[in-house]
């Protein structure tokens, strides 16, 4: 799933003209084969590719609490270390990973009439909230709720 350098709108009830999850992770994750667990920062895979299939990615995405995670090195197939662990232990996830696409900037402003959640923030109705890096901006979760979010993605070169 791609996003473009342009506008989408994200809500709870996710309809056929967006392209968004509710919640997730923008750029959007890749699911790779197998699952995984984590304790403190220790990742470790069922079924797993890791060596193989992060190769390049810096960044792990869990779903189940929405969040992301450098990742620090990779032991092999199935053992990877994160630099910062979950804020949770983490028991059956589906190992994803963050595409390699890096945005430049990330605007969202939420349409709803509820408080979302954008970077870690809340987002309170009909404001904005901007992430930017000209070299390039970490993975950035959001969660719509039983709001509306609207995008404006701008990718780096």
Known sequence: MGFPSSFADVTKEVTGVSSFPTAG?????????????????????????????????KWLYS????????????????????VT??????????AVRITGVKNKSVSCFNRGVTTA??????????????ASNEWGLTPITYDAISSTLQFQIIRSV
């Open 25 to 57: 992770v923008i750029p959007a994750a890749t699911t790779l084969t197998g699952t995984f667990t984590s304790v403190g920062s220790i990742v470790t895979g069922v079924g797993t590719f890791f060596e193989s299939e992060i190769m390049g990615s």
């Open 63 to 82: 779903a189940s609490l929405n969040q992301v995670r450098q990742i620090r090195q990779i032991y092999n197939q199935t053992t990877l270390h994160l």
């Open 85 to 94: 662990p979950f804020t949770a232990n983490i028991a059956g996830a589906e």
């Open 117 to 130: 959640v954008f970077n870690n923030r809340d987002i309170i109705a009909n404001t904005t909230e901007n």
